[in-house]
Nanobody, 124 residues
Framework: QVQLVESGGGLVQTGGSLRLSCVAS????????MGWFRQAPGKEREFVAA????????GYGDSVKGRFTISRDNTNNTVYLHMNSLKPDDTAVYYC?????????????????WGQGTQVTVSS
């Protein structure tokens, strides 16, 4: 069973930055795509960013393009989400997810394992 643990969330002002981290419990992180999703109260879980197994293919949700950057360090079983120019609309619980497959998906159903989430709150 793969366990994913997110960290780095918190309270930040509009325009600020945060870096989220997700550490996997297994050494085979490098074989699967990784994704970040977020969910605000009363809303569906939304695709934020994803990266394939090697880091050579990356995708972003339209609302975060140009502001967020996803990266991975397979040596340390970690995936990151660098968030810049944060807005109040970015407020949500952010979840890390791992796929069985090497290529990434933008769908929730494309991921098998999920972390517990980390809260990001952007104040206006």
């Amino acid at each position: 069973q793969v366990q994913l643990v997110e960290s780095g969330g918190g309270l930040v002002q509009t325009g600020g930055s945060l870096r989220l981290s997700c550490v996997a419990s297994e050494r085979t992180l490098s074989t699967g795509a990784m994704g970040w999703f977020r969910q605000a109260p009363g809303k569906e879980r939304e695709f934020v960013a994803a990266i394939n197994w090697s880091g050579g293919s990356i995708g972003y949700g339209d609302s975060v393009k140009g502001r967020f950057t996803i990266s991975r360090d397979n040596t340390n079983n970690t995936v990151y989400l660098h968030m810049n120019s944060l807005k109040p609309d970015d407020t949500a619980v952010y979840y890390c997810a791992r796929s069985y497959y090497p290529g990434y998906s933008v769908r929730v159903s494309g991921y098998k394992f999920w972390g517990q989430g980390t809260q990001v709150t952007v104040s206006s």
